[in-house]
């Protein structure tokens, strides 16, 4: 079974430049998540998908963050304009409704530097 | 969403039995336990998740008191591999999955 795909894994931009994020989930796979991972602490949800809706993006700071998940299946975050603050690594999880919940299946996630 | 709390860190020697005990005063009757584990650079992979009494796989074990207050996750005959960082989360058993992660722990298993 093919695990969830992210790219790219590394990037480097200055502040106030813009940067987009993709991810391509487990086939079936329903619910996607993208996390923000800042070194030392624990993943923080931006944005939960069920198919092609939103089901929280309460953490998510829509002035500079946005995602799109067209067709219910790949995904898009994006950032603009970036700031220093939002080095991180992004990660982006998926997993099943309705079975095994709470088992979701991260990929490796991309790191990113601003400078 | 119930918060958890669990020792920011803990040290071990290869061999050696680790609990990691993880509180969830507020959790709620359909709220499931769900542990992950973390290697650096990798993305969260889950291990085991409970509702209570004990469950096992080949990974770990899961203890859970009746009060469903707490847990603990206990890895046996820990090896230098299993240094990783591992969360305790609280997953609501209802269509949201929503997953909401900690501070975790961070297990240093020393040679």
């Known amino acids: 079974e093919a695990g969830v795909a992210q790219s790219p894994r590394y990037k480097i931009i200055e502040k106030r430049q813009s940067v987009a994020f993709w991810c391509n989930p487990i086939?079936?796979?329903?619910?996607l998540y993208w996390y923000q991972q800042i070194l030392g602490q624990g993943p923080k949800l931006l944005i939960q998908?069920?198919?092609?809706?939103?089901?929280?993006d309460s953490q998510l700071p829509k002035d500079r963050f946005s995602a799109e998940r067209l067709k219910g299946v790949d995904s898009t975050l994006k950032i603009q304009p970036a700031k220093l603050e939002d080095s991180a690594v992004y990660l982006c999880?998926?997993?099943?409704?309705?079975?095994?919940?709470?088992?979701?299946?991260f990929g490796q996630g991309t790191r990113l530097t601003v400078v | 969403l119930a918060k958890t709390t669990q020792p920011i860190s803990m040290d071990s020697y290869e061999g050696q039995e680790v609990n990691i005990t993880c509180s969830h005063n507020?959790?709620?009757?359909?709220?499931?336990i769900t542990w992950y584990q973390q290697f650096p650079s990798q993305g969260p992979r889950f291990i085991i998740q409970?509702?209570?009494t004990k469950v096992t796989n080949e990974v770990a074990s899961l203890f859970i008191p009746a009060d469903r207050k707490s847990s603990t996750l206990s890895l046996p005959r820990v090896s230098l591999s299993d240094t990783a960082v591992y969360y305790c989360?609280?997953?609501?058993?209802?269509?949201?999955?929503?997953?909401?992660f900690g501070g975790g722990t961070r297990l240093m298993v020393k040679p």
């Open positions: 999880a998926s997993s099943l409704v309705g079975r095994k919940l709470g088992n979701a299946f």
């Open positions: 086939s079936g796979h329903a619910t």
């Open positions: 998908f069920q198919n092609n809706g939103v089901v929280d």
């Open positions: 507020n959790i709620a009757t359909n709220d499931y």
């Open positions: 409970g509702y209570k």
């Open positions: 989360l609280v997953t609501p058993n209802n269509a949201g999955n929503m997953l909401t």
